[in-house]
């Protein structure tokens, strides 16, 4: 069974500190995503990955960077929290994704005071 | 860019009713689309796909159809149970770089299920 393991389910942090959320894939994926998750917007897309060191702006990319060092992570940073970067935030990987899907992760419930 | 709509926001069905789900897609280049179903405080996991060289599919009580030329798909769901009460989100697939593709989703159907 894939598994999408994201290092933390709940995150409180301050205005202006650099966040990083990790998040793990045990299945040699080779695309990665960060989806956003807000109530009545549904999932947004951050950034995704099809290859290690390879990067893509999604729909919502400002405010955040990504790193890929190697396959199996997919890092999301937040540069400068900010309060409207309060959100559920959503990791995912597939094979290829027109043909299987995602397979997401817990998730990680960020809030930024 | 790809652009998807779905409705309604909320559904709410007698047990043993149909739940249908309507989505609508923006970019005829999209061809794969995926349902995912979110429980409370889970993640959302695929429960059913289809592609477009296909019109419709089946997988025990739930079923979706495609139709390429008005670029809708809907998701059904016959004879409801209370396991159904979820988020549900619809998504498309645009082909993108290399092997990637990125999925776009809908903003998500809350379906509950009344005794």
């Known amino acids: 069974d894939v598994k999408v393991t994201q290092s933390s389910r709940y995150l409180v942090k301050r205005t202006g500190e650099k966040v990083f959320l990790e998040c793990v894939q045990d299945?040699?994926?080779?695309?990665m995503f960060w989806y956003r998750q807000d109530p009545g917007l549904g999932l947004r897309l951050i950034y995704f990955?099809?290859?290690?060191?390879?990067?893509e702006k999604g729909d919502i990319p400002e405010g955040y960077s990504v790193s890929r060092e190697k396959k199996e992570r997919f890092s999301l940073i937040l540069e400068s929290a900010s309060t409207n970067q309060t959100s559920m935030y959503l990791c995912a990987s597939s094979f290829r994704t027109g043909v299987d899907g995602y397979t997401f992760g817990s998730g990680t419930r960020l809030t930024v005071v | 860019g790809e652009n998807v709509e779905q409705h309604p926001s909320t559904l709410s069905v007698q047990e043993g009713d149909s739940a249908v789900i309507k989505c609508t897609y923006s970019d005829s280049a999209s061809n794969y689309f995926p349902w995912y179903k979110q429980e409370l405080g889970k993640r959302p996991q695929l429960i059913i796909d289809i592609r477009s060289n296909v019109g419709e599919k089946k997988d025990q009580r739930i079923a979706v159809t495609l139709n390429k030329t008005a670029k809708h798909f809907s998701l059904h769901i016959t004879e409801t149970q209370p396991e159904d009460s979820a988020v549900y989100f619809c998504a498309a697939t645009l082909p993108g770089y290399s092997s990637a593709s990125k999925i776009i989703f809908g903003s998500g159907t809350r379906l509950s299920i009344r005794p």
């Open positions: 299945m040699d994926h080779e695309n």
């Open positions: 990955s099809y290859d290690v060191k390879m990067k």
